[in-house]
């Protein structure tokens, strides 16, 4: 076989491994950062009125709580208030069956992500003295 067959077989069989190989590897690239990219997108400041008027939009894949939560999470706004501060500043907990070793709880949309099966939720839970303790974004 002489040189040029070779290099072309070369070639093809390189080709025929590493195309599929390069278009998973864009695939799972997309996968993963465009969710990120659509939170991003997404994301709202806090603001106290919106959070209780219109948190219940449950045909929304990006209700307002769910665009809210990350900028209260982050401006620590919520650490070490009062029951009766955290209701007036977010409203009435919701009731739900979830979460039953969490003080209050307030449910904030489908979970974020590629694949939105569950619920994510605001999660606080109280110190002995009354005062928020701790608080989480969590996922039922």
Partial sequence: MDKKVKRRILWISGAIVLVPIGLMATAVGY????????????????????????????????????????????SKRLDGLQRSEVTALLGPADETEYFKNWDLVYWLGPERGWIRVDSEWLVLRFNGSGRVAEYRVARD
């Avoid at 603001?47 to 045909?59: F, I, L, M, N």
């Fill in 31 to 74: 996968l993963s950062l465009a969710p990120r990219q659509e939170n991003y997108a997404h994301r709202a400041k806090f603001e106290s009125a919106g959070w209780s008027s219109e948190s219940r939009d449950q045909t929304s894949l990006w209700p307002t709580r769910l665009r809210m939560v990350d900028d209260l999470v982050a």
